[in-house]
């Protein structure tokens, strides 16, 4: 059984950072790409950042006063792990922070995903 368990979510103020990380296990996630997407109250889901599995391949939303240039993606070295390094944090940023598996596409669309983590929580203070 696929899980996928976010955490490092919380509180923190305009300016500052956070490090998320996804745990992921349940199967050999060598064909998948792993995403970040959130969504704020009132909100639609967004996608934020993805990379691929196996090649480090990574990617970002590019619209708007999205995560690109201030956040980053990338595979731990420790296990089955993707982080979401965000840094310059604004309260626009507040959101819950979702990470998804997609089986043999990288992809932005959030449909196109398989698993689902329960999200983490992010506040950031103005």
């Known amino acids: 059984q696929v899980q996928l368990v976010e955490s490092g979510g919380g509180l923190v103020q305009a300016g500052g950072s956070l490090r998320l990380s996804c745990a992921a296990s349940g199967r050999t996630f060598s064909q998948y790409a792993m995403g970040w997407f959130r969504q704020a109250p009132g909100k639609e889901r967004e996608f934020v950042a993805g990379?691929?599995?196996?090649?480090?391949?990574?990617?970002?939303?590019d619209y708007g006063d999205s995560a690109k240039g201030r956040f980053t993606i990338f595979r731990s070295n420790a296990g089955n792990t993707v982080i979401l390094q965000m840094n310059s944090l604004k309260a626009e940023d507040t959101a819950v922070y979702y990470c998804?598996?997609?089986?043999?596409?990288?992809?932005?669309?959030?449909?196109?995903?398989?698993?689902w983590g329960q999200g983490t929580q992010v506040t950031v203070s103005s």
């Open positions: 990379t691929r599995w196996s090649g480090g391949t990574t990617y970002y939303a």
């Open positions: 998804a598996a997609a089986k043999n596409i990288a992809t932005m669309i959030g449909t196109k995903y398989d698993y």
